[in-house]
């Protein structure tokens, strides 16, 4: 029997009209009528005809491949396949190209302006421009122990807990600075920006880093110690708990 002869008794077998199979399989019944009589010019070509017989022999319960062989081997080697799911394929993986191309985009505008940013923050800091400036670790500041006053943040002076160390910042321009506690918690980092008071307490010590050490003036339990260095110069200093107390 024929490829077309087989796939009219299979149809028949599963009791199915021509047009019950066309609705099962999307494809025209003219097609379908040709391809049971072997008639297989009305498939429109090679790539289609293979395309057709998969489609009804799944719907009839065959074996989709082993149909496609007894076709090929029926009218002879064609040229070599191109699958409709290998084209899809290449059109996803085109798609997916775009669309990676498009993210990279986006993460490069990003980086770009993260950038930007920093080099904002270091030429507002002073530090920007000061090529082979590293920082300077200067000694740890023990003031002399004793309880004393500490101005905080809009709030009237008041008494210094016994271990405990206040500093108080003045950005006389925009800084950045990074403060932490005896144990490395960050209390905070960023930019103080011009004419800004900040206040920090913590218990034992304090480690601070000034991006521009003159850019600030620092207070210690209501000792003005003045500016943190000098101009542009980045430097990390620890301030010991206990201290002078006011002027």
Excluded at 138 to 156: D, I, N, R, S, Y
Aim: a positive charge.
């Amino acid at each position: 029997m024929s490829v077309g002869a087989d796939l009219a008794e299979a149809r028949q077998r599963a009791q199915l009209t021509v047009e019950q199979l066309s609705q099962r399989t999307h494809i025209r019944e003219a097609i379908i009528e040709g391809v049971e009589r072997d008639d297989f010019s009305v498939c429109g070509g090679d790539f289609y005809i293979r395309g057709h017989l998969r489609a009804i022999a799944s719907a009839l319960g065959l074996d989709p491949e082993a149909v496609v062989r007894e076709y090929e081997q029926t009218h002879g080697a064609a040229a070599p396949e191109v699958r409709a799911s290998a084209m899809f394929h290449v059109d996803s993986l085109l798609r997916d190209r775009g669309r990676r191309a498009s993210n990279w985009t986006v993460v490069a505008a990003v980086a770009a302006g993260l950038i930007l940013v920093v080099v904002l923050v270091r030429l507002l800091s002073g530090s920007a421009g000061k090529a082979g400036e590293t920082a300077v670790e200067l000694p740890v500041v023990k003031p002399k122990a004793g309880a004393h006053q500490a101005k905080a943040h809009g709030a009237a002076a008041g008494q210094v807990t016994a271990g405990m160390v206040v500093l108080k910042v003045h950005a006389r321009k925009p800084s950045w600075i990074t403060v932490k506690d005896a144990k490395g918690k960050a209390l905070f980092e960023g930019t103080l920006p011009q004419g800004a008071d900040s206040t920090y307490t913590a218990k034992g010590k304090l480690k601070v880093m000034f991006a521009d050490a003159g850019a600030v003036r620092l207070e210690l339990n209501g000792k003005d110690l003045g500016a943190a260095g000098r101009d542009g110069e980045s430097v990390r200093r620890t301030f010991a708990a206990g201290g002078p107390g006011p002027r």
